[in-house]
């Protein structure tokens, strides 16, 4: 059912509340992330449609998708999940069960028409209760329209970029870290001590399922030895709904799943997705008895000396830092929470 909930000048706003017109906005939505400003991998309709059918409507969750129209035609997405908060306020959240950059959908002409504000104000009012989002990036459309409106965004977690001028990654990586080049060098001599080294793509069929599974194994026994926990890579479903996402995603080119092999057996494993220039590093992972040969930090190298070849010269490695981030990557992107009540 698509419900109206206000009028703009030229155009109306509408609710999407159950899965029928959900799975019918496909066509508009793609045609939107194709027009849209600074759209991104998860903004997919087929990204949020995984998300939502092999997770999220399974934990309680309704769906609150906020679409805005001119003159028929598809010109904002803002895709929320709506969910009892506590002492029974309602909060609403992204359509995701991924740890990702969160904005909204706008056509890129819309975007800079000078009625953004008034139009995101409208689309988040009708969220009845607490909006919160996060993390919110800074320069994002919702960012702007948070310091615009006085809206309070507290610090997350953040993020770290790479931005290439050129091919040249040996040269961008001794800015970083003087060491970083020599001890990959060193690293692939050690592993080839083990066994025939290779590094391969993995393509949609039984080796996508396997590698995909030493990925998910990796993590989980790299975050139980460390006593750490992770909301998503603990649930199965969650890790379902990442699979039925990016198997489509591999063989559609948008999605890259790398992995190094020693003998055969995958040591090191990265999940990256790709658009617009930009290559996220979503997941990597590494045989825990190959960690003193640096296998992270080789994964990545190999990881971005693949997209070189593709002419990718930006580099996302999303929240957090680390020493494997810091030696990689030449910017830091601030993160927020944002959290509104109406």
Known sequence: MIV??????????????????????????????????????????DCC??????????????????????????????PLIKRNGLFRRSEYGFLTCLEHPKDVLVDRTVANSGKLQSLLSQMLATCAGRIKISPVRSGSLLHQFADSAKIVATP???????????????????????????????????????????????????????????????KRAWLLARKKSSRWLL??????????????????GYAHLQSINVDGECVVVTLSFQDHGTLTCFMHSYHPAFGRFSCGRLGILAMMRNALRDDIRRFDFLGGTNDQKLSVT??????YAMEIKY
């Open 49 to 78: 449609q995984s998300a939502w059918f092999n997770c999220l409507r399974h934990q309680g969750y309704k769906l609150h998708i906020v679409c805005a129209r001119q003159q028929g035609k598809l010109v904002a997405v803002l």
């Open 4 to 45: 109206k909930a206000g009028d703009l000048n030229c155009g109306e706003i509408s609710i999407v509340a159950d899965d029928c017109c959900f799975r019918d906005l496909e066509t508009d939505w793609s045609d939107l992330w194709q027009r849209a400003c600074d759209s991104r991998f998860h903004q997919r309709h």
């Open 235 to 252: 649930d199965d479903k969650a890790i379902a709904c990442l699979q039925s996402f990016t198997k489509p995603a591999v063989a559609a």
């Open 156 to 218: 997350a977690l953040n993020a770290h970029v790479a931005v290439l001028q050129d091919a040249d990654l040996e040269s961008f990586i001794r800015q970083t870290s003087k060491s970083a080049i020599a001890m990959e060098r060193r690293s692939f001599r050690l592993l080839m001590r083990e066994g025939p080294v290779s590094i391969c793509l993995s393509k949609p069929d039984d080796d996508f399922d396997r590698v995909f599974g030493v990925l998910v194994q990796q």
């Open 330 to 335: 030449d910017q830091i992107v601030e993160q």
